[in-house]
């Protein structure tokens, strides 16, 4: 009889040593020394700019914008979000009537989950059961897309038109939110090669190839119709540790040369499928696909360059990256005490330099029972923020919209108990 | 003085127990690296603070812990379901196909369920002790473990008997 303990001892037997000290060391060290570098850079710029302004000569290249968004939020509203809503009973949920196939039902709000159920509540504060597992909400609310009979169905909710397309998962939405990225479903979960942009519109779409699937996935579409790419993985060190499979275009030695100049990597990469990345302890990178040549490149967003410390990073995992309107947004993860991570300070990313320009400061999270806030959307009402209550499993209980100019927050929806905050305009489900 | 004094020796120290811990929560080599790295980028971060913890080991099994069950992880960054590369040399004969069904049925879980077992039945902790190593409720971890067992017996129905046996010890 070999029960569980057995089992995992007879596992833990078959080990091997993972002997990654020295690979630990060298890429704390750098990291180290980039900070250092990064801090020393910020002084010069600082010193540089005095003496500017003193001579009267032209400014250099701004700094990032911090900004306070550390204060209360104060009660607001979204003119299509109901600030709260109401719900039958338990014992009601059967007759919580499903989205009819005959009329349209108005434009879509949020999408919630209760007793194991999804539904969609429209700006007018009605809740319709979906027929399906709720996949996307177009940024405008005219569009829900859920997986239905191997089917991605896209379901206007101002008429009754439909528009199905392969299983797929909504990876992103257009900046103008008329174009769904979709990622088809691939057999045993493995990384998807190709990304379809679709508008459901009329129907018209087009296939582009992802270079190198296994590192990195579709995620949206620039303002000028470039594919976005974000990393699947954390890339691995270029110095240690597994060959890092995209890099045909080498990538500067930063331990070596200090601050890089220059941290965007445009030319088009010389074998086409190759798009390199920045390993996790330097930095993220963003990659996009041109629709019409199919050519790749991508842009390194270094951590020094944007002044992190050493407990903040950016992360490949499924956090939000939108447009605001032509600018890139990221939430950074800090690292608490306890070694968990959580999402913390919003930045805005020039998408061709990979250069923070604005940096929100939320209320800090300095432990698990904080509440803390994860970047959605950014929508013409501002940056769309979900809110916890800082206990697990940590599901958003409310919306807050951060004003991009002033940091002051508005909570804008308050989720009624019972009910869990799925997702809402422009958020796109994790696939 | 290079801020890392002691690290190497530290972790030398280790190795051994994070590798085999590693290895029982990621089912596979490249996982289990991955974990074992990880977890100690983040400690050699801060290990001018981790070194007086009077446990720093703990830290590094906390962080991996973490690691492993981060919800911000995207499905499949290390192959939790993987198909397990471990060999299963000279075994009884039915031993072989039994052990394979048991890393089959423990690649089903999620990342979590497998961390709540490796607590409970790898590392003999507490429930008390599992729900502070994984930062959740002592409700969240007996549900976790329930649910894991149910899974266990719902994909692999002939290991009845063994879950059975271990969700009443």
């Given at each position: 009889m070999t029960g569980l303990r057995e089992h995992f001892a007879e596992t833990a037997a078959s080990a091997k040593h993972y002997d990654v000290t020295e690979v630990v060391l060298r890429r704390t060290r750098r990291r180290r020394q980039l900070t250092r570098a990064a801090a020393a850079a910020a002084a010069i710029v600082v010193a540089t700019s005095a003496a500017a302004v003193l001579t009267r000569s032209p400014a250099l290249a701004p700094a990032v914008t911090e900004i306070d968004a550390t204060g209360t939020a104060t009660p607001g509203r979204l003119g299509?979000?109901?600030q709260t809503f109401g719900l039958p009973g338990m014992g009601d949920l059967p007759v919580l009537p499903a989205l009819p196939a005959d009329r349209g039902v108005g434009e879509g709000a949020l999408v919630y989950r209760r007793g194991g159920k999804e539904a969609l509540l429209t700006s007018d504060g009605t809740s319709y059961s979906v027929p399906g597992d709720v996949r996307g909400l177009s940024p405008d609310g005219r569009w829900l897309a859920y997986g239905a009979g191997g089917e991605l169905v896209f379901r206007c909710l101002l008429d009754t038109r439909t528009r199905r397309a392969a299983d797929s998962d909504v990876a992103g939405w257009s900046a103008d939110g008329t174009r769904a990225v979709l990622a088809p479903r691939m057999p045993g979960g493995l990384p998807t090669p190709v990304a379809a942009v679709l508008d459901p519109a009329d129907g018209t779409n087009q296939t582009l190839p992802i270079p190198d699937p296994e590192w990195w996935g579709p995620r949206g579409l620039s303002p000028s119709g470039e594919l976005l790419l974000t990393p699947r993985h954390e890339f691995p060190s270029t110095s240690a540790g597994p060959p890092a499979p995209l890099s045909t275009t080498a990538q500067p030695d930063v331990s070596t040369t200090?601050?890089?100049?220059?941290?965007?990597?445009?030319?088009?990469?010389?074998?086409?499928g190759k798009l390199p990345g920045v390993p996790d302890d330097l930095g993220y990178a963003v990659g996009f696909v041109e629709p019409v040549t199919h050519k790749s490149r991508s842009v390194a967003i270094l951590s020094a360059r944007i002044g992190f410390g050493e407990q903040s990073y950016w992360s490949p995992e499924r956090l939000a990256v939108t447009w605001m309107p032509d600018r890139l947004l990221f939430q950074a993860l800090t690292t608490l005490d306890s070694a968990q991570s959580l999402p913390a300070d919003v930045f805005e990313i020039d998408p061709a330099t990979g250069g923070a320009l604005r940096r929100w400061r939320l209320p800090p999270v300095t432990t698990l029972s904080d509440p803390f806030r994860k970047l959605i959307t950014a929508l013409p009402d501002g940056i769309l923020l979900g809110v916890n209550d800082g206990a697990e499993p940590w599901l958003s209980k409310a919306l807050e919209v951060l004003?991009?100019?002033?940091?002051a927050r508005r909570t804008v929806l308050t989720m009624p108990p019972g009910a869990e905050f799925v997702l809402t305009r422009g958020g796109a489900r994790p696939y | 003085m290079n801020g890392f004094d002691g690290f190497r020796e530290f972790v030398q120290a280790h190795t051994g127990a994070w590798s085999r811990l590693a290895y029982v929560l990621a089912g596979s080599h490249a996982g289990a690296e991955d974990l074992v790295q990880t977890a100690l980028l983040k400690t050699a971060r801060v290990w001018h603070r981790v070194r007086r913890y009077e446990q720093p080991e703990a830290y590094v099994r906390r962080a991996m812990y973490h690691a492993a069950v981060s919800q911000w992880r995207r499905r499949g960054e290390w192959p939790v379901a993987d198909v397990p590369d471990r060999a299963a040399p000279d075994d009884p004969i039915d031993g072989i196909p039994r052990r394979m069904a048991i890393d089959a049925a423990l690649a089903q879980l999620t990342p979590r369920q497998r961390a709540v077992l490796v607590l409970r039945f790898y590392e003999d902790r507490s429930v008390a002790e599992a729900a502070d190593i994984l930062g959740v409720t002592v409700g969240t971890v007996k549900s976790q473990t329930a649910y894991a067992l149910e899974r266990l017996r719902v994909v692999a129905p002939h290991l009845v008997e063994l879950t059975i046996e271990e969700a009443g010890r």
């Open positions: 299509w979000l109901p200090g601050l890089p100049e220059a941290a965007s990597t445009t030319e088009p990469v010389a074998t086409p004003d991009p100019v002033t940091g | -």
